[in-house]
């Protein structure tokens, strides 16, 4: 085998980045770089093409062939590092950051966050030079080992919402675009938002001034 096959190469993407509701997820998935094609024949794509029960059916396969790792920001922790002046793409970049250090890959892929492709590979190359990175939009429909970490974060950020639902009741997808999400923040007495809402959104503020 070459020294090229045994390469380690980790997929990185999140779930939740733009949910008024709930944490923001991130997933990382590390195989060694011959074994990727496994992620095909199991079925692999992007999470969002994909109905909840093959998310799951997929993530606990995706489990067994590779190492993998979810960094979970809660809903109050988002809106206390925004108000601290930290926006959303760099608390992402520091999650994807901690993702990338301790699995310790010599090839990265990630769904790119930023408008701009280059400026956010130069930023994770800066912190971590050794590695290689490959940023690109819709990373996540292009690349396998992307696909299948976007499943991995889809379904603990979905557990996540399960565990938020037992204890607030229906809520939604926690979405500023679901009817049920509004209904939900709009029954909000005095505006005491709980913990899980991310106040800082302006979905929120926009409510709060009808």
Same mark, same amino acid.
């Given at each position: 085998m ?5 390469k *380690?190469? &980790?997929?990185i993407?999140?779930?939740? $980045?733009?949910s008024?509701?709930?944490p &923001?997820?991130?997933g990382? !998935?590390l %195989?060694?770089k011959?074994k990727? /094609?496994f *992620?095909? $024949? !199991? ?6 093409? *994909?109905?909840m029960?093959k998310?799951?059916? *997929? ?5 067994k062939i ?6 979970t920001i #809660?809903a109050?922790?988002?809106?206390? %590092? /925004? ?12 999650? %994807? ?6 699995m310790n890959?010599?090839?990265c892929?990630i ?8 400026r ?5 190359q800066?912190?971590? #030079?050794?590695?290689e990175?490959i940023?690109k939009h ?10 299948a970490a976007?499943i991995?974060?889809?379904?603990e $950020?979905d557990?996540q919402?399960?565990?938020? /639902? ?6 939604? +997808?926690?979405?500023? +675009?679901?009817?049920?999400t509004?209904?939900? &923040? ?8 709980? #913990?899980?809402v /991310?106040?800082?959104?302006?979905t !929120?503020?926009?409510l709060k001034?009808?």
């Open positions: 070459s020294d090229e096959n045994e *380690l190469v &980790l997929g993407d999140e779930a939740g $980045r733009g008024v509701i709930g &923001l997820v991130i990382g !998935v %195989m060694q011959d990727i /094609r *992620l095909t $024949r !199991v079925g692999v794509k992007d999470s969002k093409k *994909l109905s029960k998310r799951m059916a *997929l993530s606990r396969k995706i489990k590779s190492e993998f790792c979810t960094v #809660p109050d922790e988002i809106d206390k %590092m /925004r108000l601290q002046g930290t926006n959303l793409n760099q608390i992402e970049t520091n999650g %994807m950051n901690k993702i990338v250090q301790k890959p010599d090839i892929y769904d790119c966050i930023d408008i701009n492709e280059e956010f590979h130069d930023n994770m800066k912190v971590n #030079p050794e590695i990175f940023t819709k990373a996540d429909d292009t690349y396998n080992i992307v696909s976007s991995i974060a889809k379904v $950020r557990k919402l399960a565990i938020i /639902r037992n204890e607030y009741g229906e809520l939604g +997808s926690g979405y500023p +675009s679901d009817k049920v509004i209904n939900f &923040l709009k029954n909000i007495k005095n505006d005491e938002y709980p #913990p899980i /991310r106040t800082t959104w302006n !929120v503020k926009n001034e009808e």
